[in-house]
Every structure is written in C-alpha cells, then in structure tokens.
C-alpha cells in the first residue's frame, strides 16, 4: 500500500524549502504559519480518509500500473465507476473540510497528460506517454499531492502569447538544452500551490504554430530552484491569526488558499516534460483538463452546500424558527439546488467514455452544465441562507468582545436566542455561514474550471444543432 | 419475439369497442377520428422504433421472464443500466415525435406493482406477485400498452376519501364478489386512456385503515363494460379538423390526449387485483410509480426541448439572424437547460438501486430534483424560445389563407424572410414552435408526476438534514 | 363634449367597409363576426369607460387644443400628472377587460407625431406640425379610434429598405403628386387593426439618406382604397365560434386582434402627410413612439395579471387551498411582480418631460426598463399561475360535454371542488386562467414595443457610464 | 441656514464620550479610530454635499416649520416631489461613497414619529405631538445625525416581549418617574449608532396591552448615561487599519457601521418620550418607520450598484474586453436591475400621500415591493460583477507585496493588464469590487427594513385580493 498518514503529510512539507511571500514576509513553514494551516489542514484530510476503513471504497483505488491500493487522488480511470466514485469521494470529503481540499487539480492534470501524451506519440511518434508513465507511478507510489497549474496571466486578452508585448505573460520555453528546458512565465490562481509536493504546468488555451515555444507540459517539485509563490489574500484572511471563532471554519479555512507561482528560469529535466511544442494537442490537453475539472465541482461544491444546509437548518433549530413553512421552504429549495449540482457530476461521470489509452474521460458537455449550474445555484444557495440566517451575519461582535468578562455578558444576554442553544453556539453557526457565504468562495465557483461564458461557447459546438434543426424540419412538415 | 407493428397496434384499437365522449358527441375509431388520430401516431413511434434495428438496444430488452425479446416499455428493470436505456430511450422518441408517447405511464405501473407485490407479500403473505407476474407474463407476450392510472379526482382536499360528501371522488371497491370485484370513481388527466390497451389502476396518496376500500390496485382491459372516457380539449386542438400547418406538429399532436376515465361499476376478476385492501402499501406504491415517472421528465422532454431547439435555430437560420450573438447566447442557455433535465434523469437512474424483488428502482431524491427543474426549465426553454423566434408568432395567417389563390400570394411576398427560406418553410417553423410552447405541454410538464410543492415537501424528508447539522456543527467548533 | 358611446363606436366600424381575409372567407362586420367582436368589445370598454363619471377622472382630458373634454386616448400630455394618468387607466381598464384594448397604439402616434413634427419644422422649416394639429383636432373632435402602424415586415434583416430584393418589404413612396403621395407595403402584427377608424402609419426604424422614400410618416381612413388585411390567428381562436365557457374570456377575447396591413398602392393626401423623406426624423420618432409603447406595458400589463391573480386567489377558493402556505407565497409573489411591473410604468411616467412642443415625454431609460420587466415577469406570473391552477389546466372536458344531460351529470360529479363553489365555476376559472396563460398574451408581452434585446442595446446607450466609470475609479483611490 | 459642515460634524463627535467596544478595547474617538473613520466619513458626505450649491436642491430642503434652509435629512416631506428628491438625494450620496451613508434612518423616525404621534394626540388627547415638534426644531436647528433604532434582540421568536425568560431582550420602561423614565434593553445591528449624535428608539414590533411597558419612543442624546455600544464585525474590517488598497473604498467602508445598542437603565425626560404604553399606536409606527425605510433601499442600493457597474466598467476596458458581446450584455443587465431598483423608489415616492398630519407618506404597498426586489437584484448584480471581473478577485496579492521592491516588481509584471492600463489600477479596481460584492454589503441588502418573508406577508394584506376575485370572476362569466 502506498499512502501517506496526514502526519507524514505535513512533515513532508517541511522538507520542501520554497520561496512563499504574503503581505510582506515569508512563510516558512505551510503546516504551522496561520496563514496557510487551514489549507494544509484542507488537503491533509484527503491522507487521513484514505486511511480510514469506512471510506475506503471511495478514497482508495487499486493502481492499474502497479496493482497496489494507492490513493484515489494519483489514480488512472478505469471505468465510469471510478469517474463516479470520484465524484462521491469529492462530496464527502468537502462535507468534512468546508472547503476546497486543493488535490483534484492534481487527479485531472495526471489523467489529462495520461490520455494526451497516448494519443500524441500514438499519432506523432513521439515517447512521452512512457515518460508520463514512469512520473505517475513515481506518484501513486509516494502519494504525493500535485497540483495541476494551467491559468497563465494571459496580458492582453486578444493577442496570441508570441504576440504580447511581454513574452513572459505565457509560461514558455527560454532555452533547450541536452538535459532538459529552461522555462519562464507564472501560473496564477494556483490551488493548494504552497502545499502540494509537484507542480504539474500545463497550457492554459490552445496554440498555433506561432506559439510553439508556449506549447509546453511538465512536471517540476514544489521546490525547484526558481520558483517563487505569492499566496493571493482572501476574504476576512486576518482572522486566522486573530483568534477562532471568528474564522467560522478554524480547522480547514475558506478556497484553496490560492497563489501566483513564478517561473524564473527554472530547470525541468526531459523526463518530466510530457509536451514540447507539439502546439496541436494544446488544444485537446486543455479541454482534457476543463472537462474532468467541471465534473468536479458537482461534487465538492454540493458537499460546501451541505454544510451551509447543516449550518442554516442548525441555527434554524437554535433560533426557535425551523418548522416555519417559508424558512422549510427555503431549506427544501437549497437542497434541491444542490442535488441539482450534484446530479450533473453524477451524470457525466456515469456516461463517462473509455479514450484510446484506456483512462475514461468524462462526457464533456453534461460536464460543462454542471460547472455552469455550479456559477449560479451555489450564488443562490448562499443567498437563501442569508436570508435564512438573518442580519446579525453581519453585524456579529468579535469573539474579543464575547470573551471580555464584562462585555462578554452583555452578549451573551442580548444575543441569547431563548431556545435553549447558547449564544456561542448561534454566534459560532453565524460565523460559519458568513464564511462560506461571502466572498472568495463565491469568485471561485464562478471562475474555477472556466467562466460561464467560456462554457457557453463550447455548449453550443457541442449541441448537435444540425441533427435538432433536421428532427424540427421533419416534424413541422418541411423535408418531409 | 414478441413486438407488434405500428400497424397491428393502429388495427388493435378498433377492436377495443370504448365509449369515448369529446365536444358533445362520440369517437368511434380513435386511429382515425382526427382528434385522437395524432396521439395514437405518437405511441404507435414506440412500436415503430422497438422495430428498427437501429434503435433496437435502446427500445428494446430481453424479458427476465421469458428471456424473449420484447419492448422496452412492458420489461422490468434489472439494473442501473436498464434505467439509464429508459431514460435515453425516452429522449430518442421524444425527438420523433415532439410530443408525449403515453407509453411510460404503463411501464412505471409495471415496475412499481412487480416491486410492491413482492415486498406485499413477504410481509403479509398475500400472493399478490404471482397473480402479477402473470397478468406481466401476458402484458410482454402480447405487447401491450397499459396506461398508469394513479390521479383521483379528490373533491375536497382536506378530508381522505372515507370522509368525502361523495364517496367516488376516490376510487373505490363498492362489491366483493367470489370472482372479483366491482369498482367505482373516476381517474382524471389519464395520458394515453383512449388509445392504451389496458388500464392499470393504483392508489393516488397513501392511505390509513378507515380508507381500506380505496386501498385498491388493479388492471382492466380498456374497453371493460362500465368504462366511459371523457376526452379533454387541448390549446389549438381545433386545427387538428381545419387543417395541417396550422398544427405544427400535425402527425403527433400535443402532449398526450389526456382523458377523464369514469369507472361506472366495473367488474375486475381476482386474477387482476394486486392490491385490495392494504392500505399500508398504498404510500410505497405511490411513492415507487411517481418516482419511476419522475425520471421520465429527464428524458421525455428533454427530447421535445431538442426540437424546440431545432426549431428555433432552424427559424434563426430561416430568418438570417442565426450568428447574431445574443440569439447564440439564447440558444446554448437553451442547450444548458435542457441538458440539465438530462442529467438529472441519468444520475437519479445510473444511482439506482436493487429492490427486494429484483427490479431496480431509480434514486429517489434525484429523482425528484429532476423533475422539479422540468417544471422551472421547460418554461425558460419556451420563453427563450418565443423571444428568439419573434413577434409573428403570435400573428401569423391561418393555412387557409396561405393557399388561397390571391391573399397567398400577399403572404408569400410580405413574410418572405428574404434569406432563401420560404415563406412556408418559415411559417411551419413558427407553428411548430406555436405548438410546443403555448398552454398544454407547459401545463403537463408543471403537473405531471406531482406538482412543485409535492416535489418539495418530500425532498425535505430525505435531506439527511440531521447528518449536516452534525457535520456543520463540528465545522464550526460546537460538538468538538 | 366630444365622446363616443360604445354603441355609437360599434356602428361607426359598419360604415368603414375594408377588406379583411381570414381563414379563407372574408370578415364583413367586425363588430359581430364571432371572430372580431371579442376585440371590437375590449376596444368598445375604452369609449364606455369614458363616459362613465366614475372614471372620468382618468379616461378623459381636456384638450389643450379645444378645451374639450376628450378620451384620454386621443390627448396629448400635457404634464407627468397625464403620462401618470395614462398609466393607471390602461391598468383600470385592462383588468375590466382581461385583455388588450388596442387604443394606445393610436394614442402614442399621436403623441409622437406632436412632438416631432414640431421639432422637424422647427428645425427645417417644414410645416408638417400646422398639419397634424388639424388631423389631431379632427381626431379628438370625432374620438376616432387610430391604429399606430410601425413594424414593417423587413425582409432580410441584415439589409436596409432600399437594399431589399423586394422594394415593397418596407412601405415606401411609389408617387409623389400633387396632391398627394401614393404608397406600397405592409405593416405586420398590427394591433386592432380591423377595428379602428384610422391608420397612422410610421416608419419601423432610423433611416438613412439612401432610404429616403421610406421615410414615411401618415394617417389614412382604414378604409381608403387599396387597403387589405389579413388578420391573423390567436391560440384557441376556434372557440370564438364553438361555444362561450371554452373561451375564458367569451367578451373580451384574448391579446389585440393582431392582423397584417397591406398598402397596395394607396393614395394620401398632403394634408395627412406628416413625414416625407425626412429621414433624419425617423430614429427619434420610432424612440419617441416606441418609449411611450414601453411605459404602457407597466399599465395594461399589470392590469391583466390583476386578473390572473383574481383567477387563482378564486380558484384556490373553490378548492379549498386559499390557506396554504405554498399557495399564499406564491400569490404573494405574483403580487409582487405585478406591482413591480406598475412601478415602472408610474416611475418613467412620473420622470417624465417636457418636450419643445410642449408635450411630455416619459423618462426612456426607465421605460425601457419597465417593458424589460414584462417580458420575464408576466412569464412567471403565468407559470406561477399555472402551478396554483392544477394540471387540469390542460385536460377539462369541453363545454359541450359539459351541457350534454348524460355526460355533464359526470363531470360535474367527478369535478366537483367539494367546497360548495360549483363544478361550472371552477371550469370557467379555469378556462379564462387558460386562456390569459397560454400562447398569445406571452408573445406579446415579449415582442410589443420591442424585444429584449433591442431594449438591452438601448439601455446600455443612456447608462452614462463614462460618469460610473469616473465615480468608481474615485473611490478606490485611481484619479484622486 | 441650520448647517453643519463635515468638519464640524468630526469634531461635534469629539463632543460625545461614549463607551464603544470592538475587538477587546475601546474605541476613544470615532471619527480618527481606523475602525469607525470610513463611516464616519460616509456620514461627513451628507454634511458635505448639503453646502455645495451643486447638490442644494436634493440635498437640503425649507423647514416647514423655520422656513430655513435645513439638510434635507432633518426634514418632514411636504409633498411627494420631497419623497422624489429624498429618493434621488440618496442615489446622488451613495455614488460619492460606495457605502450607506447611515442618515435615513434617523430622517425615517422623524417623519414616522411627526405623523404618529399627530395620530395618537387626535385619538387619544394627549399631547405627544407638540413635545416632537420642540425635538424636532433642536435637531433641525443643529442639523443633527440621529439613529433610528427600531431592532430588539427579540430572544424567543415565539413570545410576545412579555412572555420572555429574560424581560430586557425588547428594550422597555423599568422606571416611571416625575421628570422622566428608566429604560433597559437593547437594539441590534444600529446603523450609524457610533457616530450620530442622538438616538431615536422606536418598538420593534406591533404590540398588545399585555406588552405596554414594552410600548416605547423616545430620543436621547448619544452619550446619555447607561448607554453602551458593542461595535460589530464587518468583512475584511482589519483591512482598515493593515493599509489602504485592500480596503477597496478605504475613505468610506462597507456598510454602516452597525452596533448592538445595550440601554443599562437609561434615564430619559419625559420632554424626550413620544410613545409611552400606547400599544395600540405601536403597529402603525413601525408600518410608517419600516415603509418610509423601504423606500430609500431603491435609491441608495442604486447608487452603490452605479458604483459597481462604474467599476467592473472600468475594468473591463484595463482588461480590453470592454467590447465583447457578453460583458455588454451583462453591464446592460446590471444598468437593467439597478434601474428598476430606482424606478420602485420612484414610484412610491410620487405615489406618496398626505397624513393627517400634513407629513408625506409613501405608497406602502410599492415600497414593499421596492425592497423586496432589492434582496434579489442586488445579489445578481454583484454575481455579474464577480462574473465580469474575473478569478482575481479572490486571489489578487496584498498590497503590502504590491509595495514590496523585489515581489512588487513581479506582481507588476504578471499582472499587468497589457492594455496601458496599469498593474495597480487593476488591482484597485479589483478591491473595490471585492469590497462591494462581497459579504456584509449583501446582508445589509437581505435584512435591512425588513427581511423578504415580512414584504412578502404583507404584501398579500395590501393586495386587495377580494376586488381581483370579483374582477377576475366576472370576465369569466361567473356572478354576471
């Protein structure tokens, strides 16, 4: 068996010595800076289920390669119930962390480059699948978190990356040498970036010939010399080194803990370069990656909605209101959003195809509803628990001034709810809710895995308007 | 193999000698009257098809009876797969027809009376199956179409059928016989009544020991004595007897030819009573039939909303406005929405899951999720529908005046798109479009297989909402 | 006094012997013909509103050219207090004939002309306001109802008029004499057409200099020779003629009545020439006409959803559901879009001002925002109403069977609310929720006065947001 | 002239020692304290604005009982063009400062108070109504900035206040002397409580005799001994005293500033009581306060939404997408939204009517409606503004590394824009849009002037069902 204990995850971490500025100083160490604790937490409770017998079926899988019992997370499809069981595992895990567990951008950059670099050498005679076999089983078998990093800073938006002004603004080849490339640019928006074992870079749209030198798809460590990360901010970040109750999800913080990596000339040696200029399967390698990742996001952002439902339907009870037919019907109207979202994962997967190299992929355009769904009901479903929750989400005292002896009883008389539940137990609920309902969480559902216009665009070359349009004619009478 | 034609089906319905009452006098021949004509052509599609080879795998299924092949819509379940052929197969002929088929009602009352029976008599030692399994064995041999009939007329809401002013409000046994028993009531809205072969009766709510005698499942032949059928009207039915244009979709009609079926003292032998009596079986077999016809509308019309699609982007192309980016971004919200209604009907069945008796049965929280967003999304694909297509809609001329010599031509000249397209092919777009989208099918897509609030009181009930108050809690740092 | 009684205005449309096609036969007396007179009726509500001292107040004026007491249909405005007048009388009126009334078309080119005209021969020396101020005076004197025509047919909408294939797609100058001109066209969709005693033609967008024969504005008897209509079909139309319950609304019918125009070749005298080549004129005076159209929408609108909600708030009565919680909520929201509907059209009405002729224009952003409004709000209010209703929306049995001695006895048994309220009233509550939901009403809430998307294009025109950008760019620090 | 300056506003808070607490200290001077400064700044702007002859006409307003120049926020409507101009004076403010600018509710409880207590003196003979009027005159004469404080903490939501556990959750009289009473209690989330210089308490809810002690208005100074206020937490508050950009609208906040009021036996003279046990005047009171509360929602949420429109405007052109089809068409939506937000504020407003005191009311009925739309528009305006910026928004670096010599340097280069415009521009942009986008500013929208369930319940007392019945009833034929 080759899986790490949550412990051995955050000690490996410490091993891996990078460069990580936030709001003017360093973090030096992921696991223990208040900053990025959460988010380490986060992704450590994808090790600890793994390990856990009751979760076994979802969060394990047996290595195609190897035969071994290895992670879920570094596994190769290999049927529609793996694409499932993928799915499963992504709600329950995010049932239990509240936020994103960062590792799913690693899964889909593997099994994208599995099928891709199949496909390329298969047509162009190229050797990278074999390369990109030899990496993963380097994977399952270290169980190392990696993160899938696509999103370059792209500058102006209408010019192709060799035409911007600054060549740096897609992540690209600057030299090649015997032993390997030298490469420059950054990847932005990076999940789970400051605590993940391998960056795994790949392009972020497809390219021309003209952009050949930006065609490029490798795999780094975390640590490699010349690379250096700027953790992004994120809603109400200072409150993790303000205290606890006010963080309302202390353990396992808000998103991904998001960073902009920069590549400053820095090595990848030929055997982890999976994609070299070979700019015509950019294209494919990209839509690989989106569509597994929109296939996701039914799945951890239904599991976020659970706890929001939880949360709202808890302080529902402790504020005495539960049984009222408008906040029931609220509620009913929450849930049903979410399964809604989680349908969409559930049915892609299951109509999931086999691709040439034997991984599955996901049914690209039921795919694409899901994540678009994604940008709108989880909007809605956080507004509904607003409502729910009542103005007081925004107008809390701190937990400085509920722990004042003598300002503390104030509170706690005032915000006393009548019903029997504690003010710390309404005022922590609160807290909660007001963290996964504002803010980051919000930008990232909306832009993580493709924005809604992205997804429109693509909706529409995969409807089969040809064959609606002929089906109409016949029915109205016109080519009969 | 045991399948009929299209044609045998068509000959098969003048046998049946009904009563059915329309507009004030009788249809004799519902093949041929030309009101019902459309809805017999729309079943007769699902013989048509379990024919053609190339729809063969989805149309049809091998009897886990006889192990004959036989239609899709008379097997039962036995597996995920199957219900996910369902779905598909519901999709595929809903894009031939643009209009309901009927035929699902029957099926669902097949699988929900072989599950309950089963588990019926486990627990009470009845022998309620076998009698079932029979009267299934003759429903596969001979290809039947059974109409589902579930929707009592229920007079008052407020009292259960035992306590009603009248007491046929709720069907009902009024004689045991040594051989069998005499019912009497009424189903109302029955889809496919008049042109079904049989009519398999089922209990429409759950029942408590003082309504026993309404505790009541059974099947009949349609053309039983003491059977008279009150055929409803349609939005446009009218122009089904002026004319064909003017119908848009004049081979298959609207939605289903629904139809008020009065039980006026009907004898049913016991061979073909599955249920009589047991009242505490009645809440599982509603549940079991509205969640099997709730995964329909996934499929069903999801198949009609690809036709409105084509039809709109069809009229786009009529009318040179198809690249016009606003009519895009209409067409993919279209594309959206109808693909989740697909999602929901795949995932509520590939999680479907074994009954005791073999027979597979959908998951039922998704199940109803599906449906509830065919209740919302089917009007927004209408509405985005009468927005892209235009105001003419609403205006066009009849038929008549398009073919009459002199004001046809002033038609042809003045709505000639001037694109190439005729004024014809233009017009039929428009009546289709006219005909998918006004009144009937928006009704039937509302109420069918339970109203919103129905979909929504029980989606709360199977919400685990204890479990996410659980998991919120710990979250959020109460119950540590 | 210059007001007509209902019954004089019905006689006048005798003397006015036009051409009307439809359905294949010709239409002799619209006041009568079963096909019209539902139409001719809601028209007819206008005059005797009029004269009824209860509504004095709001349905008539005084003439700020006579002095008079006229219909208010035929002022011009003369304040906010009239725009605001306007609006609550197309609300009082249309919620006492549940459907279109047809006579704002006639008032808004009334008002149009006044104040273009005026700025035209202000800024060109012309004399066209002298000439319209003697059709008005003769308007108001006679209380003649006027038919406002824009829309031509257009043809291939990527052209402009002069570069159709067929000159005639947009009614143009065939002639110019002496004493007059002589026109050739159409104009489509054209809302009490067959029912008013004039024409006033205007053009369907801004034009260019090569365009310039179809810069075009006039009014004509609608019965000057060389007139044709084709009047087109509405949603269940046919039972106009079959019976009265089926209808709904047997007196007022449904929408406006909508029929083509065709101009073949006829003559207008200079005196009734208000625009002639002055293309320059053409875009303010479709913004003119087609601000004021959108402004009614929160009128007459909101007064027919009145309607709907009194349909449902009975129905729900007459079922014994008027309790429920889920039914309270979703009449509430109905409520609530209606109204929401009326406050722009009060808004844009109360913001209006004063042109250089002296006439009030309404505040055209918030106009547009108004009809915006309309097309998604009626839409769920029909929805939202279908749902209250119940499925047999879709399934009653037709009147005929109703009355038939046999037959009736078992509708009414079976269709008996058990509420005490009758089977009848609960079908004809039905029949006119049908008949205001479905088909028809819809596309004409969503084409009239323009599509959603020419109001987006518009809306964003007079947003101001070089000025938002400025504001915002100031609070964050950029260009302190 | 009754003016004050901004100045002499900060300084006038210097004035008033009052005990504040947040975050564990206290807050000695409001208007210098990094917490309290953006809001008291917002609070500044109305001083500011009402002195610049610019904003005269909106901003100040006669005294109807000085006949001097007073701020318009001190003023009693005379007419529904003050209504109006209140409307479009908070539009103007709320687009200099992006945040509430905390002044209405105090302007509310004066014109609620001046007609009710006219009311109460009229039907009860006291003589409440003179004493306000001498209140009224001080505060007018010194332009003062009052709080109206309306929310108890309510405890046990079932119970009237007097069937409480704990009698201080609805702020009531524990003491009746000669010169005045004792009050004890608390009002929750008081916008502007910190910095306005008197308080106006009013009861929360309609009450019956049993609750008489708990029937209660009156005004005290903001220092008045016994007065203690506990400062809430807003998103992102400690990015008020880490910097300047992150702030987003580092002059003027988010929100209002909101504060838990705690009364600890307060003394207050009777000259200062204008409701003391008259439970019968309690209803009407917060009718008045919460309608005239409503209105402003549609003219301040206005205002702010041009601030978010100007803002993701701008950053669409430093992006260079300004032109593409989708962003319009989603800032046209947003224009779309906000416009009707300010057309419901219009409306009620010109509706407005006269009291028996002589004071305007608003249409309550439109105001409801007004707010009601406010909880959903301004949630989807801020979703298409996340949708509009981009992914940034929730990953944008600090600005401590922006200003970094070394990591800054990066930031500039990766993300700039590539249009001219620059890295910081974005980044400002970006801040601004977070900070009014995200969190608190929805709350505030969600719950202030009542939460959508009160609208919706009222909404349906005022919508004269009965009359839409017997309208609705007739067009169908029934009770002819």
Chains 1, 2, 3, 4 share one sequence.
């Not at 190897?66 to 997370?73: A, E, L, N, P, V």
């Not at 003598?406 to 509170?411: M, R, T």
Request: aromatic share 8%; glycine share 8%; charged share 20%.
């Amino acid at each position: 068996m080759a899986l790490m204990t949550a412990d051995q995850y955050r000690d490996s971490l410490k091993e891996l010595k990078r460069t990580i500025h936030f709001m003017g100083s360093k973090i030096e160490d992921v696991a223990s800076h208040l900053a990025t604790r959460p988010h380490v937490n986060a992704a450590a409770m994808t090790y600890e289920m793994a390990l856990d017998p009751q979760f076994e079926n979802l969060c394990t899988a047996t290595s195609h390669l190897s035969g071994k019992r290895i992670s879920r997370f570094t596994h190769i499809h290999q049927s529609p119930e793996d694409l499932v069981k993928k799915v499963k595992m992504l709600r329950l895990i995010a049932q239990r962390t509240g936020s994103c567990f960062q590792r799913c951008v690693g899964l889909d950059a593997l099994n994208s480059l599995f099928g891709v670099t199949y496909e390329m050498d298969h047509k162009l005679g190229t050797s990278y699948h074999q390369r990109f076999l030899n990496y993963l089983s380097y994977v399952q078998e270290k169980d190392l978190m990696c993160t899938g990093a696509m999103t370059d800073p792209k500058g102006d938006r209408h010019l192709p990356p060799s035409k911007q002004k600054d060549p740096d603004l897609y992540l690209h080849v600057v030299q090649k040498r015997e032993d390997g490339i030298v490469v420059r640019g950054a990847k932005a928006h990076q999940t789970g970036a400051v605590n993940s074992h391998e960056i795994i870079a790949m392009p972020t749209a497809a390219m021309e010939a003209a952009d050949e030198a930006y065609a490029l798809a490798f795999a780094i460590p975390a640590d490699a010399p010349g690379l250096l990360y700027i953790f992004g901010r994120q809603t109400n970040d200072s409150r993790k080194w303000e205290g606890e109750i006010d963080q309302g999800n202390a353990c396992y913080g808000t998103v991904g803990g998001e960073a902009l990596i920069v590549f400053q000339d820095v090595f990848v040696p030929w055997e982890r370069v999976f994609l070299c200029g070979e700019y015509e399967f950019t294209g494919p390698l990209v839509d690989r990656f989106a569509s597994y990742h929109r296939q996701n996001y039914g799945g951890c952002k239904a599991g976020n909605c659970d706890i929001i439902i939880g949360a709202v339907s808890a302080l529902a009870f402790a504020q005495g209101v539960a049984g009222a037919s408008h906040i029931r019907d609220k509620v009913a109207e929450m849930v049903h959003l979410t399964e809604t979202l989680y349908s969409g994962a559930i049915a892609c997967s299951s109509e999931g195809n086999k691709t040439p190299s034997g991984a599955y992929f996901v049914h690209p355009l039921l795919a694409k509803t899901t994540k678009l769904n994604v940008t709108r009901f989880y909007y809605e479903v956080c507004r509904l628990a607003q409502d729910i929750a009542g103005g007081y989400l925004a107008t809390m005292p701190s937990e400085q001034d509920l722990k004042d002896p003598e300002v503390g009883k104030l509170i706690e008389k005032y915000l006393d709810p009548g019903t029997g539940a504690s003010t710390e137990e309404r005022l922590r609920l609160g807290r909660l809710i007001e963290n996964m309902t504002c803010g980051a969480p919000l930008v990232e559902v909306m832009h993580g895995a493709g924005s809604p216009q992205a997804m429109k665009i693509i909706l529409l070359r995969q409807a089969a308007l040809e064959q609606k349009m002929k089906l109409a004619k016949k029915l109205c009478g016109i080519d009969k």
